[in-house]
């Protein structure tokens, strides 16, 4: 499971608790977030988040797996679905990105402006943390509590992490949405409502879609137990074999 910019493993934390009742969950932190910190190289391309999400495979001894990937996460996911398709059973995406019209979190806008750049390297109030949480779940959402925003600003607060999100942010992305077609991967795209420009289930063939009616952009801890649901009756189902056999959806 690959966490969103500005996150950490925690994100999936309660995901994956209940889908461990059946499956081997892996939550990594990824490179520039949580306790893995920084790269050295400063080298936050989606394709060198992909061979990094490989190699750690590999260490594993782990040959293929279900990825499952929200936000940055999700567009990692799919594009190692591109590059490296014999590593993938089956493919989640939730709320990805990697299309040019999605836009983007507000903490990421931000990182983007010349003068807030160059002070969120050294200093980010938890305000401002609990400010960016908040623009990012659903309007009804309850799950932004002093403990979450504690959680979440202490990890951006480690060494080096808050100079990886701006660098995050001002890393120049190439546009591989015209390749998505070309994705075989059985996937299941998981959408909450409020995020647009999201054109998955168009293009990749066979893909399975449910939208979520009132979650945001974190939708795996806005409702856990929606999101483990569907990935479970997705993979229990045969749904993403038959797709893999070339069923049509």
Not at 86 to 106: D, F, M, Q, W
Not at 181 to 205: K, W
Request: charged content about 15%; hydrophobic content about 40%.
């Amino acid at each position: 499971m690959l966490h969103g910019s500005g996150s950490s493993l925690q994100g999936f934390e309660q995901v994956a608790a209940r889908l461990s009742r059946s499956f081997t969950v892996i939550c990594p932190d990824l490179p520039g977030f949580g306790l893995t910190g920084p790269r050295p190289d400063r080298d936050y391309r989606v394709p060198t988040y992909a061979v990094a999400v490989t190699r750690f495979m590999q260490a594993l001894e782990l040959p293929a797996c279900t990825l499952v990937g929200n936000s940055l996460g999700g567009n990692i996911a799919w594009n190692m679905a591109l590059d490296f398709p014999e590593r993938l059973n089956a493919l989640v995406l939730i709320n990805a990105t990697g299309y040019p019209g999605k836009s983007l979190p507000c903490a990421l806008r931000l990182a983007r402006v010349p003068v807030l750049r160059a002070l969120l390297r050294i200093w980010l109030p938890s305000s401002a943390t609990a400010r960016s949480l908040r623009s990012a779940v659903g309007p009804s959402s309850t799950i932004i509590d002093s403990a979450m925003i504690s959680r979440v600003h202490g990890l951006m607060s480690l060494p080096g992490n808050r100079s990886a999100f701006v660098d995050v942010a001002n890393t120049d992305q190439k546009d591989r949405s015209a390749q998505i077609p070309h994705i075989t991967t059985p996937t299941l795209v998981l959408r909450s409502a409020a995020v647009h420009e999201q054109h998955f289930t168009q293009d990749i063939t066979g893909s399975v879609e449910r939208v979520h009616s009132e979650a945001g952009h974190l939708l795996p801890e806005e409702d856990p137990a929606w999101v483990s649901d569907a990935i479970e009756a997705f993979l229990c189902s045969g749904a993403h074999r038959n797709q893999a056999q070339g069923y049509p959806r």
